[in-house]
């Protein structure tokens, strides 16, 4: 980090003009992220919109891609030598900050941020023992997506229940043939297990983690119920089992063919995720759609997340600087608009307000009505981050497609992922 020295010796001996020629320096920070060109472009124009209203100030940008990103911040973290401003993954707060002291506390900077543009919920899913360690970015959730072409095809209403769900299957297998599905869960990360959570929620009104105990809340009764809807969902042919798509190789879901091809009748996933839709081919589209539901239960179980935060690192030499930066980037309108959607819709209520008065937002978009869906449905147990521990979810992911491969029993399966995954439970919390 450099000071503005010069500059003040400068003022001291009015020479102000002559700053430039005797080697002025600014103040440096430093900003990481991750994202593809898109993203970085967007970033990158917006921080020199910032750099241009504060001449005295040199932003260092650190951008990459997904891979790596945890990895070289988790040896910043551990060495002090972090960035001054962070993209941080919702996730990684119970990893970095059990106690709420592994990020800045933002709070002190409330006379800088505007924090007042930002849901009460979204702030105090990063807040860690009262400090708040990060500004929710956007808000995202697991929505439920149709392609409604395939779903006419089958002569099918869209599924209001888990029942009308199940008896979806077999009308797509025998109207359609044995490659159409009505629905797809990705493969390689939680949305097995969030959405069979969605199920627990609405039936018993219990979370699946106990953060005080640190120990699962289910009782067998209750596993075999979980993991017996998965054998639902597969047997029924609602869904591709995790052995179909493993036939596939290591391809992402969005990239199979069945489903490029327009076979697959919908996805259920995060709001904020274009890559599903963007995929298809024309006239192949998705639209959202209900989201299935125990007639009568109080909560939906729906996964709802901060998509991304962005946090101040403790070791910062200038955390009122990164605190305008920030507010510049989620509240200024010359930062919202150079931003875009790149992130997600933005959870800044003025964001919004700045991207829908300039054309960027409407209603029609599709990641606009996913939100709403998350947002009308979100309910008072709050998600667990411990879903998307890396270790946990490889056991989980394991487990069900050894199931899949008839290497486990339903009931070994009921069995051995909680044994197994409490063990994890214990480590990491």
């Not at 707060?93 to 592994?102: I, R």
């Not at 030499?317 to 980037?329: D, G, S, V």
Request: with cysteine; hydrophobic share 40%.
């Amino acid at each position: 980090m450099k000071n503005v020295r010069i500059k003040a010796m400068c003022c001291v001996l009015g020479l102000g003009m002559l700053c430039p020629a005797i080697g002025y320096s600014a103040t440096e920070l430093r900003m990481s992220w991750w994202g593809g060109n898109q993203r970085h472009q967007a970033t990158t124009e917006a921080i020199k919109a910032f750099e241009a209203q504060n001449p005295d100030v040199k932003i260092n940008t650190e951008p990459s891609g997904w891979d790596g990103y945890l990895s070289r911040l988790s040896t910043q973290l551990a060495g002090n030598t972090e960035p001054d401003v962070m993209q941080i993954n919702w996730n990684w707060l119970v990893m970095f900050s059990k106690k709420g002291d592994g990020f800045y506390d933002i709070n002190r900077q409330a006379a800088v941020i505007d924090l007042s543009q930002f849901s009460r919920q979204g702030k105090q899913l990063v807040t860690m023992n009262g400090k708040l360690n990060g500004v929710p970015v956007a808000m995202t959730g697991r929505s439920m997506y149709y392609n409604p072409e395939l779903w006419k095809k089958a002569g099918v209403a869209y599924p209001q229940t888990w029942e009308q769900m199940i008896a979806a299957g077999p009308a797509f297998k025998n109207k359609l043939g044995e490659d159409y599905y009505p629905f797809i869960l990705a493969n390689h990360d939680t949305t097995i297990m969030t959405f069979l959570n969605s199920y627990m929620v609405q039936k018993y009104n219990i979370p699946m983690i106990d953060p005080q105990k640190k120990t699962f809340t289910y009782s067998r009764e209750q596993w075999l119920d979980y993991f017996g809807l998965y054998k639902k969902l597969v047997d029924n042919h609602v869904i591709p089992s995790m052995k179909y798509l493993s036939s596939f190789g290591k391809a992402n879901a969005w990239e199979i063919k069945p489903w490029l091809d327009g076979k697959i009748g919908g996805v259920h996933t995060w709001s904020t995720d274009g890559t599903f839709a963007g995929s298809l081919r024309a006239p192949a589209h998705l639209e959202v759609g209900p989201y299935p539901m125990i007639p009568g239960a109080t909560d939906a179980g729906i996964f709802f997340k901060p998509s991304m935060m962005f946090s101040v690192g403790k070791n910062s030499r200038h955390p009122e600087l990164a605190a305008k930066l920030i507010n510049f980037l989620l509240n200024d309108p010359q930062g919202v608009k150079a931003m875009g959607l790149q992130r997600g819709v933005p959870l800044s209520a003025e964001a919004v307000k700045v991207l829908q008065q300039d054309g960027v937002l409407d209603s029609s978009q599709i990641q606009v009505q996913g939100l709403a869906q998350v947002e009308k449905l979100a309910g008072n147990i709050e998600p667990s981050p411990w879903f998307e521990n890396p270790q946990l979810l490889a056991y989980f992911l394991d487990a069900v497609q050894r199931y899949d491969y008839g290497q486990l029993t339903l009931e070994q399966l009921a069995d051995e992922f909680p044994q197994r995954g409490q063990r994890v439970l214990k480590k990491i919390m």
